[in-house]
């Protein structure tokens, strides 16, 4: 991570609002602000928690949080995007009166105690421009946004490894969320003008270029909310385990689907579902690599093409899509100017990303948008993102 001046941030928010939240909600004077990115997700989708391969790039819209330490027994939030709602928590440990926005933060603060951090009672106001529910990471973004800005707050500086996995250790235990890495990841570790190669199993990775005179990347949103603690994601999570159980009874090496082959699959006698599930992955994961060396080589037209692919899959093998982004994907192929576009996120709704033509990108975004509304009634929003930095602490004062 880096210190940076508004890294995100340029036009004053959502950093700004952050500062002024404090002292609109709590009359308080910041110590520390911290803001993370969002992410999308270009390729490899449910390939992270398979150990596999995924290639996402932070994006320019981000959390950002503003804490100050208070005198009491208690942390507040105020969530400047909920009309300033206000949680309370005490931060040691996952308090049934919670709401469930508020559920990062405590995380994060919880276990931040829980490795000896010593993080003051505090208040904070939260304000973000990611999307939420639209796949695009907000949630990680909260979290690594909060412990860099409580690390900060408590006078204490953590590898940023150890933020992205005390940042997923929240979402799992506090949010009820089973994810992978990539997210937090990609908000620790976002380098501008690039995607990240990230291999899962070793999580080691490796910047990808992306030309802007060759390709620029759109994120429309469909307007379909999805929550995926209600149960869709963690049942693909343990219909994939459930596929490693079965191969493994033929090959032991088998401990995750990154050790499958299609072969292998097609040979163990699986359910249909199960072995579409699996199949899944094991091309999705040769897709990404492949994504990957096609950007890297100037070839955006090939990139898009695979991006496609992986739609095609996230619809009938891993079953995660929706007719929403059915739709927006099957307009966006054929929207001039356009590479290739695909869901992005865990699904059953939120965004579809694809790849454009530099200088046609607002065209396209204006048509995908108009030709998704005529057709659904669905109001659906775009914009063109940029890849961008990962998470900074943007000021620290004595609290």
């Known amino acids: 991570m880096h210190k940076a001046t508004d890294p995100h941030d340029p036009a004053g928010t959502p950093i700004r609002r952050a500062r002024l939240g404090l002292r609109a909600a709590f009359g308080r004077e910041p110590a520390a602000v911290a803001a993370a990115p969002g992410r999308v997700n270009l390729i490899g989708e449910h390939t992270d928690y398979n150990l596999g391969f995924v290639l996402p790039m932070a994006i320019d819209r981000s959390a950002a949080v503003a804490v100050a330490p208070n005198a009491g027994d208690r942390c507040r939030v105020a969530a400047l995007d909920r009309d300033a709602a206000v949680a309370s928590f005490a931060g040691r440990g996952r308090a049934d009166g919670t709401p469930p926005w508020a559920r990062y933060a405590e995380g994060v603060v919880s276990l931040l105690r829980a490795r000896g951090v010593p993080v003051p009672m505090f208040d904070a106001a939260l304000a973000s421009n990611v999307p939420p529910g639209g ?3 907000s949630s990680a973004a909260v979290e690594v946004a909060f412990a860099v800005a409580l690390c900060s707050l408590a ?55 992306i030309d802007p005179a060759l390709a620029g990347v759109l994120v429309v949103d469909s307007g379909v909310r999805h929550d995926l603690a209600s149960g869709e994601y963690a049942k693909r999570r343990a219909e994939c385990e459930r ?10 090496a088998v401990r995750s689907l990154r050790d499958a082959t299609e072969d292998a699959i097609n040979r163990a006698g699986l359910d249909p579902t199960l072995r579409r599930r699996a199949r899944h992955v094991v091309r999705e994961n040769a897709r990404t690599i492949e994504a990957a060396r096609l950007l ?15 739609h095609v899959s996230l619809r009938d093998d891993y079953e995660v899509s929706c007719p929403e982004l059915d739709t ?8 001039p100017g356009v590479l290739g576009a695909r869901m992005t996120g865990g699904g059953f709704g939120g965004c579809a990303v694809a790849l454009v033509e530099p200088n046609r990108a607002e065209a396209a975004g204006r048509a995908i948008v108009e030709n998704y509304g005529r057709r659904t009634g669905q109001q659906a929003r775009w914009m063109a993102v940029e890849p961008a930095n990962g998470a900074s602490a943007v000021e620290t004062r004595a609290g």
Request: glycine share 10%; charged share 20%.
């Open 135 to 137: 796949g695009l990471s």
């Open 155 to 209: 006078g204490t500086t953590l590898d940023p490894m150890s933020i992205a996995l005390l940042s997923q250790r929240a979402e799992h235990e506090f949010a009820g969320v089973p994810c992978g890495l990539m997210d937090q990841l990609a908000a620790v570790f976002g380098r501008r003008g690039h995607a990240l190669l990230i291999d899962c199993r070793s999580v080691e990775f490796r910047p990808v270029p």
């Open 243 to 252: 596929a490693v159980a079965e191969l493994a009874k033929a090959d032991p």
């Open 296 to 310: 890297e080589s100037g070839d955006a037209p090939g990139a898009g093409r695979l991006m496609l692919e992986s």
């Open 328 to 335: 927006l994907v099957e307009i966006a192929a054929t929207t």
